[in-house]
């Protein structure tokens, strides 16, 4: 990518509603611009999330120009302008002021001027803004960098670290989105600050480590473990990311088929990432990283069910599906699989019995679901209920139902209640 660095050469397309937006605040007498990820992005010819908008203008005066409007963040300056059912964060142009404990300023202040607002942004790629009075305002670099593809804090590198430790993880974190390096300063600052990042809380933390992990590059997580961020807040996934399986590792985390949605990349992302250590440490892990339930209990599933070897015969997969549920018995096979083409990878050896193995516990399962063969006691022709009438009562129906859905599993064709019934064992 080359963009020219001539600021006039080139003119961004701004949505409809962010040229309303801008031109209702300059109609009042104020300047408005997009800034940050939305210009970045837009230069990037990737498709903004969503576009935030700075100002000259106070957060009551941004009010009083718009017919909706929410108070997202009165005090920092934020409101977000609703315009049809989307919202536009418009922030006036801010101070921060000292940060006292590594995470938020003490205070901040308005300001007049684009260019304070700009340098207390993070990185020069996200000190970028917009609009088409002025065309681009990039006071710090931005465009070099983003033609160099490199990550840059504003300003010196270790007190823009040292006021929010929480930048460090974002540098690595839009590294890994960009595929850009970190700057040789900046890269510095973070080895000589990783301890400060204690003072950030495990959700902030969760939401920068997410982004690297469903990011095109999750194997520059890598930079989480060995700047030493993670050693202390995270030991376990510091120690996946030292010990001698993590090439494979790193590697694996690129095997997840294509299909995958977020939600599910970076479930299975993390269970490859314990894939050395196993599903109790994902699982304290992932709990400290305050993670949702459903995610935890999924990616130790995932984990624990790859540990057993199944055979491909259809009794085998019938059992397996009744342990895993189908679910996570794919899963496990997508989670197999990426571990094998990760050793391949390092080996250079493919496996090709190993993947084809993979592939015919695949198409057996499918088949097995498909014709509708029963694995579970829900499935089963016969229900508690039938058992009750017939004369069992407590442990005992359960202890049946188990019984005769082994039978069913060794065999599907016995699933017809009159046969089932004939099955019951009579003592
Ligand atoms: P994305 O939303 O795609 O993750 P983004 O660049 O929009 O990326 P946000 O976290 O939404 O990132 O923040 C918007 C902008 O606010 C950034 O581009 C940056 O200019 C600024 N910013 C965000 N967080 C910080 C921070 N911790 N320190 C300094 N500036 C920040
Ligand atoms: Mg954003």
Request: with cysteine.
């Amino acid at each position: 990518m080359n963009i020219d660095v001539n600021k006039n050469a080139f003119k961004i397309d701004l949505p409809e509603d962010v040229k309303f937006v801008i031109n209702q605040i300059e109609k009042n007498g104020h300047s408005a611009y997009a800034v940050g990820g939305c210009v970045r992005d837009t230069l990037l010819n990737k498709k903004p999330q969503d576009w935030d908008i700075t100002t000259s203008a106070l957060p009551t005066q941004v009010k009083s120009f718009f017919r909706r409007t929410i108070d997202t963040g009165i005090e920092h300056g934020t409101v977000t302008v609703m315009i049809d059912k989307t919202g536009y964060e418009v922030t006036t142009y801010r101070i921060d002021g000292e940060y006292k404990d590594g995470r938020h300023p003490e205070s901040v202040e308005f300001s007049v001027r684009l260019s304070d607002d700009l340098s207390r942004r993070d990185f020069t790629i996200n000190a970028m803004a917009y609009n088409e009075t002025d065309g681009l305002v990039d006071e710090f670099g931005g465009i070099t960098d983003l033609n160099n593809k490199i990550i840059r804090c504003v300003g010196v590198a270790k007190d823009r670290f040292s006021e929010d430790a929480l930048r460090m993880m974002r540098a690595i974190r839009f590294s890994a989105q960009l595929g850009f390096d970190i700057e040789e300063t900046t890269m510095k600052a973070i080895y000589e600050l990783a301890p400060t990042i204690n003072k950030i809380s495990m959700e902030r933390v969760h939401v920068e480590l997410g982004k690297t992990l469903v990011s095109a590059n999750p194997e520059r997580c890598l930079l989480y473990s060995k700047t030493g961020l993670f050693k202390e807040i995270l030991p376990l996934i510091d120690e996946a990311l030292t010990n001698k399986h993590v090439n494979k590792t790193l590697k694996a985390l690129k095997h997840i088929p294509d299909d995958y949605d977020l939600n599910l990349t970076l479930r299975m992302r993390y269970a490859l990432l314990f894939s050395s250590l196993g599903s109790e440490s994902a699982t304290k892990t992932l709990k400290d990283l305050k993670m949702d339930n459903v995610t935890i209990k999924l990616v130790a599933s995932i984990i624990d069910a790859s540990q057993n070897e199944i055979a491909e015969t259809e009794p085998a997969i019938r059992e397996a599906l009744r342990r895993l549920g189908s679910d996570i018995f794919y899963l496990s096979l997508d989670y197999q699989k990426a571990l094998t083409l990760a050793a391949s990878d390092l080996t250079g050896i493919t496996n090709p019995v190993k993947l084809s193995h993979y592939e015919n516990l695949r198409k057996m399962a499918k088949e097995i679901i498909d014709r509708g063969d029963c694995f579970s006691i829900k499935s089963l022709d016969i229900s508690g209920n039938d058992l009750l009438e017939f004369g069992l009562s407590g442990k005992d129906i359960g202890k049946t139902l188990e019984y005769l859905l082994d039978l069913c599993i060794e065999n599907p064709r016995l699933n017809e209640k009159s046969t089932l019934i004939s099955m019951i064992p009579r003592d």
